[in-house]
């Protein structure tokens, strides 16, 4: 049966005319937090969103729900696959079926401006070709089967601090060439179905604000001159006014209910404040996203659901699999340590508290609960032969917090029952419900009702070892804390929806308390009296977090044992890296160093066993002033639930570590081009100008650790010859995808030992005239594969818009005249051909 013919934009526009103002202005604010409003006489249905990057989070209505946990963004950036990209788009639309969701938050290209960005694991990379070129793919992948993309966060939104507030100061070259060129690549090639307007503001030097007001932005470039037909959606709680933003640009207020538009929008319109033709087009914009969907069907009907695919299975595994071990760099190798021969190693040592407790996302809305985790331990040893011996160490904890209070070790002070009693009562102080919850973490959002207005916790802390115990306590909002009738925490901070969207909620700041136990248990009473939260737009929550750190040895006594047992040990793994107290969307890191003490314990390690490989476990950037002595070394990122699987398929072989560095690797902190983000006067001053990351590096002449590309694989490559063809450069011309461009035809041979897979990059070196200009850019790159020993051809392109710098004067693209370079090499450091090519005033390349 062949399903009917979906409405055109004439016949949307005859049904928005036949609904009165109000209706109108009630779909343009969610109905709830995920849902868009449904409106029966439109024939349309609830669109549901979802978050999304390294997965489908849902709508959370199922607390018990989980789901596939893809690696971070940043890994699969550093695949340089756009095909993997796509597939793993496709997945994630398969997982939206499941879940009910119709559009999934992602992917996000601002970009990694800096490396102690809060959201760094979340974004693709430091480069803005290589960011649009991925992002383009898994937009692809995901829409192919019917669900929409929102592109974020539209746009220099790149870092956390004080995000809701600060202003991106630029001038209009920059952001056209760097911050704004990923959303317009992704957008030319893909035709995402929906974009996000993010919470900070643009200044650009033409207009000044936030943007979903930036009119400038919104209306004139991305709606105007790129044409975009879809919705632009506010970021959670991102609409702080009703005129502005409405005649801005933006479309739907997320999320729902919110008092910013709604009656006051209907006022606005019959005030002429805001013309009703603005209003009909942004229902136009979701009715256009609910077509793309499957949620709009005929006036007076709702449309069929899509049936839900079946739960994930091993196919779906397997991809996560491939993506998290394709992902992970080889930054060293000393002497071809890796891959493992494990028919001659009869033991290895298993070590780190990243070893231990892989971070295998990052932290903030990102989250997704996953369908299951794979650990390091459980993959290595489903991987090596039943005979190796393998140890596990923690080598000390990195995390500053303790973990939470387990149901063993607190009771209900009146039954008896492990846990935490929670009483919930009403303004007046009655009792109106209650539960028991088996943990320590309170944080996120209660299942009380309406009438709750306090939640007040009660339980008896039971100290059952001798020696100093550490308590931690954390809570939000309005709150009193007692330990044995004491009050030893209290707060009174009212600032609402703020403490979801700075993260707070869920990293409330601890108060600690160092309590001691002798021979005898002790019993401590602890109640906690939490004022409900009331934040505009999202469920109402309480926030309490109780920590124990029970008596146990020191950190160096930990790196003590665990060099021991790499010195007894065939080989030793050390696993580093960060953990959801440095990396999450809220805030941005402060430093670049290793948490804790895991810099002495590589360092133990490495002397204690020449074969050590060094695994570091982080989304972004971590000083690694030990990596010159490492014999081998892998960046493995957050790596999401298939960690232990894909580590063991890179240590033992199986599958070719063969990514590449999306963002270059500092050695020294005084060397990062940007080194934070903090707004000064509310205003983040983005001075660099065009030169991010490796450009910077390359301009001020700086030596990193490891550079933009860099990663090894499994064999060596000779890079043999290239050959330009060429269609045309254009000086002036307008298309915003860049226009025809070059062709390249690289030839190179896998002289290793084995089978592997290399990714060919293009480096464009434009004149350095009176014109600031990066010294070097990426212009394209392709993957290849080939055997040990075989020829390979790589087919590169590089597109017109490369050559290109934006004119302010005239407002428009502009191909300066003169002699330009090719480099052609494995990173922006290690180029092995050039070809060179010479661009008159009318625009046609010439070779040299």
């Not at 796509?86 to 499941?98: D, K, M, S, V």
């Not at 990195?398 to 063993?408: D, G, H, I, M, V």
Request: with cysteine.
């Amino acid at each position: 049966m062949s399903r009917p013919a979906l409405p055109d934009d004439t016949e949307l526009a005859d049904r928005i005319r036949a609904l009165d103002l109000e209706s109108k202005v009630r779909l343009l604010t969610g109905a709830s937090l995920w849902r868009l409003p449904a409106e029966p006489r439109l024939g349309l249905s609830a669109v549901t969103m979802s978050d999304g990057p390294q997965g489908v989070r849902g709508t959370g209505e199922d607390p018990a729900a989980t789901g596939l946990l893809a690696p971070a963004p940043s890994a699969l950036a550093a695949t340089w696959d756009s095909g993997l990209a796509e597939r793993l788009g496709t997945l994630f639309a398969t997982e939206a079926r499941r879940k009910g969701v119709d559009v999934v938050l992602a992917p996000v290209v601002n970009l990694q401006r800096t490396p102690v960005a809060g959201r760094h694991f979340e974004y693709f990379s430091e480069d803005p070709l290589l960011t649009g070129i991925l992002a383009a793919a898994l937009v692809r992948g995901l829409q192919s089967q019917g669900v929409g993309a929102c592109l974020k966060h539209f746009v220099a939104n790149d870092s956390e601090t004080d995000r809701t507030r600060y202003r991106s100061q630029l001038d209009e070259r920059t952001l056209r060439e760097v911050y704004l060129a990923p959303f317009e690549q992704v957008l030319a090639e893909a035709e995402p179905w929906s974009v996000m307007a993010a919470y900070s503001g643009v200044d650009d030097g033409t207009e000044s604000a936030p943007m979903t007001e930036n009119a400038r932005l919104l209306r004139e470039v991305l709606k105007g001159e790129w044409a975009f037909a879809g919705p632009v959606v506010s970021d959670w709680a991102a609409t702080r006014s009703t005129v502005a933003s409405a005649v801005g640009g933006l479309d739907l207020v997320m999320p729902g209910p919110d008092l910013r538009w709604g009656e006051p929008l209907v006022e606005a319109v019959r005030a002429g404040e805001v013309d009703e033709r603005l209003i009909d087009d942004k229902v136009l914009r979701l009715l256009r996203l609910a077509r793309h969907t499957g949620r709009l069907g005929a006036p007076g009907t709702t449309p069929a659901m899509v049936a839900a695919p079946a739960g994930p299975g091993e196919e779906e595994f397997r991809l996560l699999r491939e993506v998290a071990a394709r992902g992970t760099v080889l930054l060293r190798n000393q002497s071809d340590l890796l891959p493992l021969a494990p028919e001659v190693i009869r033991s290895v040592a298993l070590i780190g508290p990243n070893a231990v407790a892989p971070y295998l996302q990052g932290g903030g809305s990102a989250f997704v609960p996953a369908v299951r985790t794979v650990s390091l331990e459980d993959g290595l040893r489903a991987a090596l032969p039943e005979d190796v011996h393998l140890s596990v160490h923690r080598g000390g904890d990195s995390r500053l917090r303790p973990p939470y209070l387990s149901a063993a070790q607190f009771t209900d002070p009146e039954t008896g029952a492990a846990g935490v009693r929670a009483d919930y009562l009403d303004a007046d102080g009655n009792r109106v419900g209650g539960e028991i919850r088996p943990c320590g973490d309170w944080s996120g959002y209660g299942d009380f009702g309406p009438e709750t207005h306090r939640v007040v916790l009660h339980t008896v802390l039971t100290l059952t070892e001798p020696g100093t115990h550490r308590l931690e306590i954390g809570c939000v909002g309005r709150y009193s804390v007692t330990v044995d009738g004491e009050e030893i925490l209290s707060g009174d901070d009212d600032r609402g929806v703020e403490l979801i969207l700075d993260s707070t909620h869920s990293n409330p700041p601890l108060r600690h308390i160092d309590l001691e136990a002798g021979p005898q248990p002790r019993r401590i009473t602890l109640t906690a009296d939490l004022t409900v939260v009331e934040p505009s737009g999202y469920d109402r929550f309480v926030t309490a977090q109780l920590r124990h750190a029970p008596p146990g040895p020191t950190p160096y006594e930990e790196i003590a044992e665990a060099a021991a047992a790499a010195q007894a040990a065939d080989a030793a793994v050390v696993v580093v890296g960060t953990n959801e107290e440095v990396e999450s969307e809220g805030w941005d890191r402060t430093a670049l160093d290793l948490p804790g003490h895991q810099n002495e314990l590589v360092r133990k390690v490495l002397a204690a066993n020449p074969r050590t490989i060094v695994v570091v476990n982080a989304g972004a950037p971590v000083l690694l002033p030990w990596a010159d002595e490492a014999p081998a070394l892998l960046w493995a990122w957050l790596p999401g639930q298939e960690a232990g699987h894909a580590l063991a398929d890179v240590l033992l072989g199986r599958i070719e570590p063969s990514g590449r560095l999306p963002w270059t690797l500092p050695a020294r902190a005084e060397d990062v081009p940007v080194p934070d983000a903090r707004p000064r006067d509310g205003i983040v001053h983005y001075s660099e100008g065009v030169h991010i990351g490796h450009r910077a590096w390359d301009k001020g002449g700086l030596a990193p650790a490891f550079p933009f590309g860099h990663g090894l694989g499994w064999t060596r490559w000779a890079y043999e010859s290239v050959a330009l063809s060429q269609s045309s450069v254009s000086a002036d011309l307008p298309d915003p995808a860049g226009g025809d461009g070059l062709k390249l035809t690289v030839e190179l041979t896998n002289t290793g030992p084995r089978a592997g897979r290399e990714v060919v990059q293009v480096y464009l070196e434009p004149p350095q005239d009176s014109l600031d200009r990066p010294v070097r850019l990426l212009a394209g790159f392709a993957t290849v594969h080939a055997a040990a020993g075989a020829r390979a051809t790589a087919d590169l392109h590089v597109p017109a818009r490369a050559f290109r710098v934006w004119d302010t004067s005239r407002g428009r693209w502009h191909t300066p005249p003169g002699r330009y370079r090719l480099r052609i090499g494995r990173s922006s450091r290690d180029l092995r051909l050039m070809a060179e090519l010479v661009i008159d005033d009318g625009g046609f390349p010439a070779a040299a």
